[in-house]
């Protein structure tokens, strides 16, 4: 972390701490910064076995109570890979379980790439 990064992280934690408690913003006008982290899963799998992959993501996901907000499918390569994409939404402390899911996708067969980033924040309309 960086100093510019936390000089403002501290300064606001000592304005918190002294403001009087009916100057603090209660849990449902706190920003979503506060909410669980959005990530995005890619899986660059086989066209032949991106069915069998899908449902095996799906079900490892339901099983970890992680379920997708969104997800997608992409032929890439003339349709020779399929590009499956999920959006969710992951509590820092269930965050062990998506990264223990990400590595056993590495080593399914036919999938050919995985990959797992912080997802933005699509604006409120």
């Known amino acids: 972390m960086t100093l510019q990064m936390l000089i403002p992280t501290l300064l606001d934690r000592a304005r918190a701490r002294l403001a009087p408690p009916c100057a603090t913003p209660s ?4 920003p979503a910064s506060n909410a669980s982290p959005q990530y995005r899963v890619v899986v660059l799998a086989l066209a032949t076995k991106a069915h069998a992959i ?3 993501v799906r079900h490892a996901l339901r099983a970890e109570r992680l379920p997708p907000g969104h997800a997608s499918r992409t032929e890439r390569s003339g349709g020779y890979l399929l590009e499956l994409e999920y959006v969710l939404r992951c509590e820092r402390s269930r965050r062990a379980a998506l990264v223990h899911l990400v590595s056993r996708l590495g080593d399914t067969p036919g999938v050919r ?12 309309r």
């Open 54 to 56: 899908d449902a095996q």
């Open 113 to 124: 790439a995985v990959r797992w980033e912080t997802a933005p924040e699509l604006a409120q």
């Open 27 to 30: 849990a449902a006008t706190r």
